[in-house]
């Protein structure tokens, strides 16, 4: 591949899209062909399983298959899909699923733009499902390690670089009031800053400003960089 794929990671409400969309727009002319991508796993052949995993979690408590919407929900909610993954076998199976699932639908979005020879901006990438796969698994920080290292990881295009905003969780959940938990960010933080320990990667304090956070941005990615790594390594 010709292009260079740079995934910008962080919470919701750090401002990724945003600022992905706005840094893409203002250097339209740039000779490095700049492209924005929004790339997150979408569950196809697994939606049906997950839809029937939260009408049964759901029964307990009267819920029904609605995802849970506050914290006290969202606890539940999540123990209940830990006490499902208990078993180490059926980590690795749904795991294997839902990486094939989402290889094809990587290519699909980033392959066309990286063979052009784009420099492409990545929201959402596999990171980010290391992330939610550790959390619904019960694993925390090594769940995430251990993720990583699953030999289909190294099939999905390679990033150049990885840029992780870093938002406070109560400022991205004010910021984002569409329903999120607060637990929800709070519980995720601490695996994208242990993630951040392991790859090199720039961080960004994304509680300011989206002026200030752009500035930051822009510096970041204009930056000469000496390559980077595949999103299967992790230290």
Known sequence: MRGRLVYLAGLDGSGKSTQAEAFVL????????WSYRWA????????PLMALARRILGRGSGRGSRRPEDDEGYAEFTQGKQRVFRRSWLRGLWATLVFLEYLP??????????FSGRRVLCDRYLPDLWVDLAVNFGEGSEGVARLSRHPLCRLFPRMERMIYLDVDPEVGFRRKSDGTPLAYLKERRPLYLGLAERI?????DANGSIEEVSEALGRCLLEPTDGGRGPGVID
């Open 26 to 33: 203002a250097h339209r002319d740039d000779p490095a062909l």
């Open 40 to 47: 997150r796993w979408e569950p196809a052949i697994t939606g």
């Open 105 to 114: 639908q990587a290519w699909w979005r980033l392959g066309p733009a990286l």
């Open 200 to 204: 090199p990667f720039s961080r960004i």
